[in-house]
Each structure stands twice: as C-alpha cells, then as structure tokens.
C-alpha cells in the first residue's frame, strides 16, 4: 500500500556530516506531516524533527542548530541534513508520514525500516 524507504546512514567521525533520506511510495493521496525519530540501544525512541506540508519545522532541543530537516513534495521524500554529529547522535533513525492513502481516504501513520548512524572516531 504505502512504503517508506530511508537511505543514507552509516559511520561517521565525530565533527562530520551524514544526510538521511526517506521516500515515500504507493497509493498516497497526500503526504501531512514527515519526520524522523531515533533510537539508541537500551533507550527509548525519541523525536528529532518534524516538517508539514507546508514546511513549517520542529526539532528537539538536543539537535537544534546542527539538524536540518526538509522536504521534497514532488517526489515525497523527507531529508534530515545531520551536521557536527556528536557520539550521542548514534542511534537507528526512523522516518514516518502521516498519509492519507488513495484506499481508505484517511490518515495513518507510516514508518521507515530504520537506517543505522554511528559517530564514532
């Protein structure tokens, strides 16, 4: 019905950069809000930044300044821009959609398989 394919993590030192992406496909009638939780082992999944359709943005405090999420209406797609990533920013990050699909003509919620970020020297 609807997937959401995430690309772009991996290892990156202390100080460097990463750029997430996330597309959404499938029967989609619209794409509300896109954003991107975390989750670092033996913690709990937390929210990192949010964006709506019509671009307005919000980030957790512990990423704000060094995060830049955005987003591609034509092609669906949600970036995170990760800079000046710290050791604590290692965590699977996670994207989600609130979609409203062709088939019901409603709102549901919509995730990513995860896609792993290391910051390590």
């Known amino acids: 019905q609807v997937q959401l394919v995430e690309s772009g993590g991996g290892l990156v030192q202390p100080g460097g950069s990463l750029r997430l992406s996330c597309a959404a496909s499938?029967?989609?009638?619209?794409?509300?809000?896109m954003g991107w939780f975390r989750q670092a082992p033996g913690k709990e999944r937390e929210l990192v930044a949010t964006?709506?359709?019509?671009?307005?943005?919000y980030y957790a405090y512990s990423v704000k300044g060094r995060f830049t999420i955005s987003r591609d209406n034509a092609k669906n797609t949600v970036y995170l821009q990760m800079n000046s990533l710290k050791p604590e920013d290692t965590a699977v990050y996670y994207c989600?959609?609130?979609?409203?699909?062709?088939?019901?003509?409603?709102?549901?919620?919509?995730w990513g398989q995860g896609t792993q970020v290391t910051v390590s020297s």
């Open positions: 989600y959609a609130d979609i409203v699909t062709y088939v019901t003509m409603s709102q549901s919620n919509f």
């Open positions: 499938g029967s989609i009638f619209k794409i509300n809000v």
């Open positions: 964006i709506s359709s019509s671009s307005s943005t």
